[in-house]
């Protein structure tokens, strides 16, 4: 896929998402229709997606994460996910990977989030 070297021990392996492909902006506005049930925040300003790659052919992988490896809809959010992109017009193929490299932090919190669960 790309030539890039192999991360250096304990560096999580997530790439940059590729925001200037055509479909980004639908696949964002997609991600953030899906809700942790436990939250009132969407995903995306969670900061629970760490990556949005979208190849040539239009196939999407959304490398995302929980708030806690022992969240109660671990099993079922990447399927929400799949659920809401794919019907995005042009999209081929979905893929969603859990990943729990790096742990997820409120510092990765949108500011719009912080705001609204009253942590600005």
Request: hydrophobic letters at 40%.
């Amino acid at each position: 896929m790309n030539d890039a070297q192999p991360p250096m021990e304990g560096t999580p392996l997530i790439e940059p998402s590729s925001t200037d492909h055509p479909l980004y902006d639908s696949v964002v506005e997609a991600c953030r229709s899906v809700y942790d049930p436990e939250i009132p925040v969407n995903i995306y300003d969670l900061g629970l997606v760490y990556t949005i790659d979208i190849s040539p052919e239009n196939e999407v992988r959304v490398v995302m994460t929980l708030t806690a490896p022992g969240c109660p809809v671990a099993g079922e959010m990447p399927g929400w996910i799949a659920d809401a992109v794919e019907p995005l017009q042009g999209v081929k193929q979905v893929d969603v990977d859990l990943t729990w490299e790096p742990p997820w932090g409120m510092e990765m919190m949108s500011d719009e989030a912080r705001l609204e669960l009253g942590f600005m």
